[in-house]
């Protein structure tokens, strides 16, 4: 039986493991590089939901995780997108085990995401999405915008 909870800072270790398996997956990224991603997010998760920053969901199967989603809550100024707003929402960390995929789980996972921007009265909710997954972002409203990176490179 599938059912979802809120994840909590216990769920760190799951969490760091299933957003490096996500980065694995789209490919591109050394082991290496994702095995010292891991180790500092795993921290940084456990804190950011402690502090009530990071929301996120796990969907178990039978109290085997299977899937997660997590929204982050970040301070940012007033914007023509949003202008009296001082917050807006990052969704990261989705992730569906590669058996459970193509069952709606995702999008289910980021429909609690999205509730929870709607609760927090978040009206900007950014993400980057690997391309297989641009259609379900696309058919929960999401639009692509001119958003732009300079990122200094990581040896390896």
């Known amino acids: 039986m599938l059912e979802t909870r809120i994840a909590t800072a216990n769920d760190a270790p799951l969490i760091a493991t299933h957003r490096r398996a996500?980065?694995?997956?789209?490919?591109?990224?050394?082991?290496?590089i994702l095995d010292a991603m891991s180790r500092s997010f795993e921290p940084w998760v456990a804190r950011m939901i402690a502090e009530g920053k990071y929301i996120g969901w796990i969907t178990e199967d039978n109290a085997r995780p299977i899937a997660g989603a997590g929204l982050l809550v970040l301070d940012w100024?007033?914007?023509?997108?949003?202008?009296?707003?001082?917050?807006?929402?990052y969704l990261l960390n989705v992730y569906v085990e590669p058996e459970y995929r193509k069952r709606g789980l995702a999008r289910a996972l980021i429909e609690c995401c999205m509730a929870e921007t709607r609760r927090r009265?978040?009206?900007v909710v950014a993400l980057h999405s690997s391309h297989a997954a641009h259609s379900i972002y696309e058919d929960?409203?999401?639009?692509?915008?001119?958003e732009m990176f300079n990122v200094d490179q990581v040896e390896g």
């Open 121 to 123: 009265n978040l009206r």
């Open 77 to 89: 100024p007033p914007h023509p997108f949003d202008p009296t707003g001082e917050n807006r929402g």
């Open 22 to 32: 996500m980065f694995a997956a789209m490919g591109g990224t050394p082991a290496h």
């Open 140 to 146: 929960l409203g999401f639009r692509a915008t001119n």
